[in-house]
């Protein structure tokens, strides 16, 4: 089966940086590679929110929120994905999800990692 474990999660001051990664496991290289992967985040009491994705051609998208300060890649030789976050904000304070999409429709979904901006 697979399974998603994210990791990079810490307390940040704001304007800093962090890096997340989500290792993929229970999955071939070439079968990940064509998966749609994506990072949500749920800050207390609010609903998760889709944050980054990434297409299996390397394409991104983002919420507004985050243009400009997150970049999102993947690396399919790894099965890896990761969430370079640059000018974080208290606001960015979340639990950070890392998801996966298949063309059969399957999603899979990690446990989360904690991120807190404070000072």
């Known amino acids: 089966q697979v399974q998603l474990v994210e990791s990079g999660g810490t307390l940040v001051q704001p304007g800093g940086s962090l890096r997340l990664s989500c290792a993929a496991s229970g999955i071939s290289g070439i079968l990940y590679s064509n998966t749609v992967m994506g990072w949500y985040r749920q800050a207390p009491g609010k609903q998760r929110e889709l944050v980054a994705s990434?297409?299996?051609?390397?394409?991104?998208n983002y919420t507004d929120s985050v243009k400009g300060r997150f970049t999102a890649s993947r690396d399919n030789a790894k099965i890896t994905v990761y969430l370079q976050m640059n000018n974080l904000k208290p606001e960015d304070t979340a639990v950070y999800y890392c998801?996966?999409?298949?063309?059969?429709?399957?999603?899979?979904w990690g446990q989360g990692t904690q991120v807190t901006v404070s000072s």
């Open positions: 998801n996966a999409k298949f063309r059969s429709g399957y999603t899979s």
């Open positions: 990434v297409t299996s051609g390397g394409s991104t």
